[in-house]
């Protein structure tokens, strides 16, 4: 059926499939009549090719095996490939295992020997400096007279308690010796007894050594030894040698 429109005819789907099919089928029909041509023209230099669907179905089967077969290959290391995988994956699951389990014996071990050590005593403060003691005091500087003898001598006999005043120690020694600590008397009875007083207050010997006062010289003539050891023996037989007016 034609349609016109706009002053051109118009093939409606129908006439185009019509059209089309006469146009095959002639094309059909020239090209079957030109090739019958050509075999009748060559049929003596021209081998026909040999084909059945038998060779035709084994070329299919042909490449349809290789294609399973490749798909088998690569399903084989596919799977490999899972197996090393998950192998690898068991190996590494296992080596954490074992490491975390060292690890923990390693810090149990640490918390055992942690409680078996001895307890560490307590630090003790650090011990306050000692406070300096005070410097000794300088020796006590005597003259070397009868006023330093005599001083001397009274700081001596007051630290071992012996009594006696600065004024009865001068006027004794005054009217025994008149100040001279070598003096000694050779006419006496003491000394006709061959024991001479001697010294500052004229002591003997025997009583010397009798009332000795330790820390004090053991030699007679030395001023202060004399004057301590005859105070000490004074204070023995009158309490004092303050008391002694005359030879004792």
């Known amino acids: 059926m034609r349609s016109t429109h706009s002053g051109y005819t118009r093939l409606t789907k129908f006439h185009k499939f019509s059209a089309a099919g006469v146009a095959v089928a002639g094309a059909a029909t020239l090209g079957f009549g030109l090739a019958s041509h050509a075999v009748a023209a060559d049929t003596a230099s021209v081998k026909p090719v040999a084909w059945s669907a038998q060779s035709f179905g084994e070329t299919q089967q042909e490449e349809l095996t290789k294609a399973a077969d490749g798909a088998a290959a690569q399903a084989k290391t596919d799977a490999q490939a899972r197996v090393k995988a998950e192998a690898d994956a068991a190996a590494k699951a296992k080596a954490d295992r074992e ?8 810090r149990a071990e640490a918390r055992k020997a942690l409680k078996a050590a001895p307890a560490k005593p307590a630090e003790k403060p650090a ?4 406070a300096a003691k005070p410097a000794a005091p300088a020796p006590k500087a005597y003259a070397d007279n009868l006023d330093g003898w005599i001083r001397q001598s009274l700081d001596i006999m007051k630290a071992k308690g012996i009594p006696g005043s600065y004024e009865g120690i001068k006027r004794n020694v ?5 100040g001279n600590p070598h003096a000694i008397n050779d006419w ?6 061959g024991v001479p007083s001697k010294g500052l207050l004229q002591i003997i010997d ?3 050594k009798a009332y000795h006062v330790d820390g004090t010289s053991w030699n007679i003539w030395d001023p202060v030894a004399n004057i301590v050891a005859s105070c000490n023996y004074a204070a023995d037989k ?5 008391n002694v007016n005359s030879a004792y």
């Not at 490491?99 to 390693?106: I, L, N």
């Not at 009158?238 to 303050?242: A, E, L, N």
């Open 127 to 130: 011990a306050k400096p000692a």
């Open 99 to 106: 490491r975390a389990a060292k690890e923990a014996a390693s």
């Open 238 to 242: 009158y309490g004092s040698m303050d």
């Open 188 to 193: 006496d009875v003491n000394a006709v007894n």
């Open 206 to 208: 025997p009583t010397f």
């Open 174 to 178: 005054m009217r025994e010796s008149t």
